[in-house]
């Protein structure tokens, strides 16, 4: 379907710039689009090989596997084909809650190190495999605690209570996620997307032969994950008094979060404002504020309680963030110049215009439409329409703190599964698009709807 939409933004951009007079607008856009793009991949570098420095050192200690032990029914529900204990499924559970809590520096790169680690699995090379359609479809409607974005963009425009969206954004964020994992659940064993019978010659080495899959398997199964902790357990003893220094470390995490999130309980002047807020939403903002300081620390003091050469791990996994952002070069510019020529071309505007007739019928604000339509295309687009919609209204007005709520609920789709994909170069995308397309949907419309309900409109 990825190849129908990327031709089609193409296409129309270049026709409706030939009627509107706006081809040299398309060509420029084409150019300038390039540009970002290569800006945007190469500006990955960097975080790249932070996050996957760190995530190697948690894989050879032994983290990442047990990380996915504790989410087992929910990650087995999820992604049945990968295999108990592989590496892919603690990576997934950490790019989750990197987009829960709203780190997307961190988010991104262990999206693609779990996405490479479900590639080793992939019998289809070249098409997207059910996990991996699963893992696009829990990042482009992510639920998220704290939409740092407009929160901040409300609070600096003396909002009253700019964190009042953070409810009901995880609501609509809470139905947009749902709706994504039901479509690709329906959507994965229908005839349409269905994947084909996987050669038998050579299959990946991290599958088990079919009379050995974890379905056919599940009690006798059972037991690995015990034997897996007692093997990494022998081949990776801890240094002495380690348990004891993870507990101190704990401790220490527990009275700095304490501090950050309610510091007059030291003597700290703290604004009113400050004061009157939720406790809850509080704590929240001290997790968001120390969980990036605290995982870089973790990670390696983890991995050097386990005997792991941390240093030397560290350089060795960094050296793939170079690599995987130059793989995502040429489809993150594919997808943003069609964006950028469908757009330069008035084609957003058009679509905007064609829907706004249903979205009166049904109720949705004609204001929000624009928001709506363009926010799964382009990030910087729709957040220039919501800092317009901000201008406009004031940061109290139903219509900003719902367009908030929109915003801080919904993904640039295109751009995550040019990403995502380009990152291992899958180009057969199967029923990813369309789990992403109706969470795009979901989104707006239960945005509008939790709003009406919450703020009384």
Known sequence: MLNYIWLA?????????????????????????????VKLALGLIAVMTLWLGLMRLADKAGLVARLGQLLRPIMRWLFPEVPRNHPALGAIVMNMAANILGLNNAATPLGLRAMSELEKLNRHPGTATNAM???????????????????????????????????????????????AILTCKLLENSRWYRLPPA?????????????????????????????QAVQVDSTLPWVPYARPILALLALVFAAVFWLTAFPETIGRTVPPEELSRFFLLRMIDALSILAIPWLILLFPLYAMLRRVPVYDEFVEGG???????????????????????????????????????????????????????????????????????????????????????????????????AVYFGSVGVTRTRHAVPAGIVADIMGPVASVIVCRWVFGV
């Open 199 to 227: 050669p038998q010659d050579a299959p990946p080495a991290d599958v088990p032969k079919p009379e050995a899959t974890p379905a056919a398997t599940e009690p006798a199964a059972a037991p690995k994950a015990d034997e």
């Open 9 to 37: 933004l193409i296409a129309l951009g270049v026709i409706l710039g030939g009627f509107t007079g706006k081809v040299r607008e398309v060509s420029e856009a084409a150019i300038s689009s390039a540009e970002t793009a």
């Open 319 to 417: 050296k793939e963030g170079f690599n995987v952002s130059i793989r995502i070069l040429p489809y993150v510019v594919a997808m943003l110049v069609a964006i950028g020529m469908f757009r330069a071309a008035g084609g957003l505007d058009l679509l905007t215009g064609l829907l706004r007739p249903l979205t009166n019928l049904v109720g949705f604000p004609p204001e929000l439409v624009p928001l709506a339509v363009i926010r799964p295309f382009s990030g910087s687009a729709s957040l220039g329409i919501f800092s317009d919609l901000l201008k406009t209204y004031g940061p109290d007005h139903f219509l900003t703190l719902t367009a908030a709520t929109l915003y801080g609920c919904s993904e640039t789709t295109f751009y995550v599964i």
């Open 133 to 179: 359609c699963m893992l696009l479809a829990v990042n482009t409607s992510s639920i998220t605690l704290i939409p740092v974005t407009v929160i901040a963009l409300l609070a600096t425009a003396k909002g009253k209570n700019p964190t009042s969206i953070i409810a009901t954004s995880l609501a609509a964020t809470f139905i947009a996620h749902a709706a």
